[in-house]
């Protein structure tokens, strides 16, 4: 069975500085996409990232960068230049390639970016 | 484009009553799911529909829960009757169906219940 951890429940950073959420998940499966997702107080959840296993190289979207580590299992969320708006849950997710379309999430972790 | 719709966002019952949650996907998504939010955790999948079939409810408690997408659009998530641990938040999400699926799910704002 496949299974995400987030091992920091909250975390609270200066706005402008940069934070890094941390995420490990566990799989016997070699193709697979890695997710994080946000979810701000009283709003949607939405895809933030994506990172394909099979691709080496670490995706990016704007001011937020991944550190996939495949071999550790390990999946890492930078946030570069905090704002106020990127207080949120995060959550950390997985799922197989062209198996059943199942994502499973992690617990999360609450980031507040103090001004 | 209007994004995923759900109602109501908040209900408070007593315990033993019914309670439903509607939900309208996005245009064009014939995928759709409903996941369970228990407070401080990640949403976990409750029922996944393609089209009007439910492809997935391996995760749905049937003996109380129940759902349906009569005419693959939206869909209604019934709690017949609720439980004081049933509370907590009822995400809809959909998404393109799969083939082309890549992960990203457009969730709804959520229905937060309340049991007392």
Redesign the interface.
């Known amino acids: 069975a496949q299974t995400v951890t987030q091992s920091q429940p909250e975390m609270s950073v200066q706005e402008a500085e940069t934070v890094t959420l941390s995420c490990t998940y566990d799989t016997s499966e070699n193709n697979y996409y890695l997710f994080w997702y946000k979810q701000p107080p009283s709003r949607q959840m939405i895809l933030v990232i994506r990172q394909e296993a099979y691709k080496q190289q670490n995706a990016t979207e704007n001011r937020f960068s991944v550190n996939f580590q495949k071999a550790a299992k390990s999946f890492s969320l930078k946030i570069s230049d905090s704002q106020l708006g990127d207080t949120a849950m995060y959550f950390c997710a997985f799922m197989i390639m062209n198996r059943d379309d199942k994502i499973i999430f992690g617990k999360g972790t609450r980031l507040h970016i103090l001004p | 484009e209007a ?2 719709v759900q109602s109501p966002r908040y209900k408070i019952i007593e315990k033993k009553q019914p309670v439903a949650f509607w939900c309208n996907p996005i245009s064009g998504h014939n ?1 759709l799911y409903w996941y369970l939010q228990n407070l ?6 409750l029922i ?1 529909y393609e089209n009007e079939e439910a492809v ?1 409810d391996s995760q749905l408690p049937k003996d109380r829960f129940s759902a349906e997408r009569l005419k693959g659009v939206d869909s209604t998530l019934k709690i017949q009757p609720a439980e004081l641990g049933d509370s907590a938040v009822y ?1 809809c ?1 959909s ?1 393109l169906d ?1 083939g082309r ?10 229905s937060r219940l309340t049991v007392l």
Do not use: C, K, M, N
Request: proline fraction near 4%.
């Open positions: 994004g995923v995928t401080g955790q990640g949403p976990e999948l996944r997935d995400l999400a998404s799969s699926f890549h992960g990203e799910l457009f969730f709804g704002e959520g």
